[in-house]
């Protein structure tokens, strides 16, 4: 993406706070959990938080971890302070400017500091960009306000469920005859496995050539477009099922964001490495084609491996399989403000055993989640 802002800082930490208030100035109307799917806690994974960005109040109980002073925090539009982790390593910073290029944020060559000189950051606009003034914009909503604005519907929900589920199965027992709990049998996984994915269980089997989990995606149908034209996928392919819950009534689920992933099908890297197989890129062309009929839709590609090797190299790999997926995309024609990417190592298993070539092969993979429609 062509850089829009260059960041000129002095120090690693100060130099990191400049990129994310240059995202701030791309995108002003960001709320705090924009900025933490924007920049994920798998860019600084020994930070000791659970985010790298954080509301100010709650940094202070993580000490000296978080920048502290007014001029060094970060302000959101409706006034909120944040705060930036502080603690930045080499590998980390260098994982973040990296990160930054997909927004149109690259960083100029860091100068060092003097002894007990505190760092600094300026920000450079780049190939006719001006940021919008912030008066200048509509109000809108954060995603942070909503939470709270849906929080006591959401708990008288959950404490109306809780009384159904209850009354059910004293009914139950009583029916019954007995009141002994119910245990629920552990699925026992094969070479057809049952996945945890959320839109369908998975089927399929091993390619013991090439180590790869081979999806079934189901008899071919016709997708047919607005403008008259058609993709041909399976009705159990990952293209499938991104059209059918974009067009959908289905919300986004802003709140657990395990919710609206799905697995792409026939994605394949060379082992070890974030280079596509060369049949994996018709898959992301697909995906490109349909989510340029939906102009409004955000999405996210998340890298996993399996648990071969160090988690250190893992989580490194998979940020970088990410990476080149949602940079795929992009040069397919998607914004690059609507792609984001993140990667997860060997957390969140679809197969948790981890035990089999079936088992490892599933977990190797990259996932799209749908944030925005």
């Not at 080499?90 to 990296?98: H, P, V």
């Not at 399996?306 to 399989?321: A, F, H, P, Q």
């Not at 990476?323 to 690059?336: R, S, T």
Request: charged share 25%; glycine share 6%.
């Amino acid at each position: 993406m062509e850089a829009k802002i260059r960041v000129h800082g002095k120090s690693q930490s100060r130099t990191a706070l400049g990129i994310i208030n240059a995202y701030l100035k791309l995108y002003p109307n960001s709320s705090l959990f924009d900025l933490q799917q924007a920049f994920p806690h798998s860019l600084n994974p020994k930070s000791f938080a659970d985010q790298i960005i954080v509301p100010h109040a709650e940094a202070k109980k993580h000490g000296e971890l978080f920048f502290e002073k007014e001029d060094e925090l970060i302000t959101l539009r409706n006034g909120k302070k944040l705060s930036l982790v502080e603690l930045w390593t080499k590998e980390n910073f260098e994982a973040i400017t990296e990160h930054a290029k997909q927004y149109g944020i690259e960083v100029a060559e860091m100068e060092g500091t003097k002894p007990f000189e505190r760092g600094s950051f300026e920000l450079e606009y780049l190939n006719g960009f001006i940021p919008v003034k912030v008066e200048d914009l509509p109000i809108e909503e954060s995603a942070d306000d909503e939470k709270c604005s849906w929080w006591w519907w959401l708990l008288g929900l959950l404490l109306l469920l809780l009384i159904c589920i209850f009354c059910f199965r004293n009914c139950c027992c009583e029916c019954c005859g007995k009141q002994d709990d119910v245990i629920m049998a552990t699925p026992i996984i094969e070479n057809e496995v049952d996945s945890t994915n959320i839109f369908s269980n998975i089927k399929g089997k091993l390619d013991t050539i090439a180590n790869n989990f081979i999806y079934d995606t189901g008899d071919t149908i016709n997708i047919q477009f607005p403008d008259g034209k058609e993709l041909k996928v399976g009705n159990n392919s990952s293209e499938y099922k991104l059209y059918q819950f974009l067009k959908s009534d289905a919300e986004v689920d802003t709140l657990d964001k395990s919710k609206n992933w799905i697995t792409l099908d026939r994605l394949y890297f060379e082992t070890g490495k974030a280079n596509l197989t060369p049949d994996s890129e018709k898959q992301l062309q697909n995906i490109a084609t349909i989510l340029s009929y939906f102009p409004n839709a955000h999405i996210k590609m998340g890298g996993y491996t399996d648990n071969t090797g160090t988690e250190e190299i893992n989580m490194k790999l998979s940020v970088e399989r990410a990476k080149v997926a949602a940079d795929n995309l992009i040069a397919n024609g998607v914004d690059a403000g609507r792609v984001k990417y993140e990667g997860y190592g060997q957390n969140h298993p679809l197969c948790p055993p981890n035990d089999t070539d079936e088992c490892r092969a599933i977990n190797r993979r990259i996932d799209v989640r749908i944030t925005k429609k």
